[in-house]
Each structure stands twice: as structure tokens, then as C-alpha cells.
């Protein structure tokens, strides 16, 4: 692996970070500001080990990576934030004090003896490795606990982040051409989800998942 603890620690504490401000953030376009912030920490990843182990392909799943979460998902969040008005969705089923707590107990918990043994995967950077573990706990936390339908799609996102930053300090990095269908994948799912929350905007007037449920089973 071509990075030191150090700099592997540092770009987790980025998408860490970035998921902790998605909690705090109040604004659609702050949110999606985060998520190419943490994006552009994987690609950092992919990009750096494409370099120093002389892999085209990897090479190639990293500029696929910036173009499907730098430029197209962003560009698509704010197409749907400008057209329907969609907010980050400041109201969630838990109180922000709460909502806070939770977020300590969960980083509390990844660091806990009960997942210590993770980070004998990566020994030399076992702290990285436990933050993205925690990371992949709050983006799900994020999914579940707002309300709105983009800060759901961007919950999700996050946590795919978080995931590949978790594997690749694990040193279980899947083929690049793996890696490149994954992407696939996500552009289609982007697409869907959002027409989706157009259609949900279009028929309820609202990107809060609950109230358009909630005024559903009234019909």
C-alpha cells in the first residue's frame, strides 16, 4: 500500500468528517459539497495506488470514480435541488441532541474491543481502518434518520464511500473491473432514485418520505 498511516488517516478523517457535517448540514448544496469532498478522498486512494503499482486498469477506475461521484452525481443532485426544491431535509425521526449522542456511541462502539479485532486486517493502520467502520455506521444512521429523499440517496452513497475506503485499507480491494461495474451500477441507481424523488415531489409537493406516506395511507 503506497500510503503512510499518516495520510491514510487523514483522508478518513475526511470522509469521517464528511458524514458527521451531513448530520449537522441544514442545506441541500452543503450536503452534496460533503459528498464530493469524500469522494474525492476514494478517488485519492485509487488514483495514488493506481500510480505506485503501475496499474492501468486501477488508473481507470479512478477517473470512472470521479466522473460517477464527482461530476455526475453532484450535477444530478443539483439538477433535482434546483427543479423540485428539494431540501436536505432538516427533520429526522430523532432530535439533533439525540442525534448526536448517537453518533458518539456509534463511533464509541467501532472503537470498542467488540470490533477491535478488525483491525488486525491492517495492523500498521488499524485506527484508519476502525474510522471507516464507524463512517459505514453513521452514513447508515443518515439514510435511516432524515426524512428527505435526497439525504436518504446521499446517506446510501456516503456509506458505499465508506465502504470502499474501508476495504481498501484492509487491503481487500476488488479488480478494478469490479470496481468499474460497481460504478455502472450506482450511475443507473442514481438515475432511478432520482426520477423517483421527481415523481415523489410531482405527486406529494414534498421530498419528506414520511409526510408523503403518511398523506398516502390517509388516501
Known amino acids: 500500500m503506497f500510503e503512510t ?32 469532498v469524500q469522494s474525492l478522498a476514494v478517488v ?30 453532484p450535477y444530478f443532485f443539483h439538477r433535482l435541488i434546483g427543479k423540485h426544491h428539494l431540501t436536505f431535509s432538516a427533520s429526522s425521526y430523532v432530535s439533533m441532541p439525540v442525534t448526536l449522542a448517537i453518533l458518539a456511541i456509534v463511533t464509541a462502539v467501532a472503537y470498542s474491543p467488540y470490533f477491535a479485532p478488525l483491525a488486525a486486517l491492517a495492523p500498521e493502520n488499524g485506527k484508519a481502518l476502525l474510522l471507516a467502520f ?29 465502504l470502499v475506503s474501508f476495504a481498501f485499507i484492509a487491503g481487500l480491494e476488488q479488480a478494478a473491473s469490479l470496481q468499474i461495474a460497481v460504478l455502472f451500477d450506482i450511475t443507473v441507481w442514481v438515475a432511478i432514485a432520482g ?25
Open 134 to 162: 464507524a463512517a459505514m455506521g453513521l452514513s447508515l444512521f443518515l439514510a435511516v434518520n432524515r426524512k428527505g429523499v435526497l439525504s436518504q440517496m446521499i446517506g446510501i452513497l456516503s456509506m458505499e464511500n465508506a
Open 44 to 73: 485519492t486512494l485509487l488514483y495514488g495506488s493506481s500510480v505506485f503499482s503501475f496499474s492501468a486498469i486501477l488508473l481507470v477506475a479512478a477517473l470512472a470514480t470521479l466522473a460517477v461521484k464527482v461530476i455526475f452525481a
Open 195 to 219: 426520477i423517483f424523488a421527481s415523481m415523489i415531489y410531482g405527486h406529494f409537493g414534498t421530498s419528506d418520505a414520511a409526510a408523503a406516506m403518511h398523506t398516502l395511507t390517509e388516501d
Open 5 to 36: 498511516p499518516q495520510a491514510l488517516y487523514l483522508l478518513e478523517m475526511l470522509i469521517f468528517g464528511s458524514v458527521v457535517f451531513m448530520h449537522l448540514s441544514r442545506k441541500s448544496d452543503m450536503a452534496v459539497v460533503l459528498y464530493v
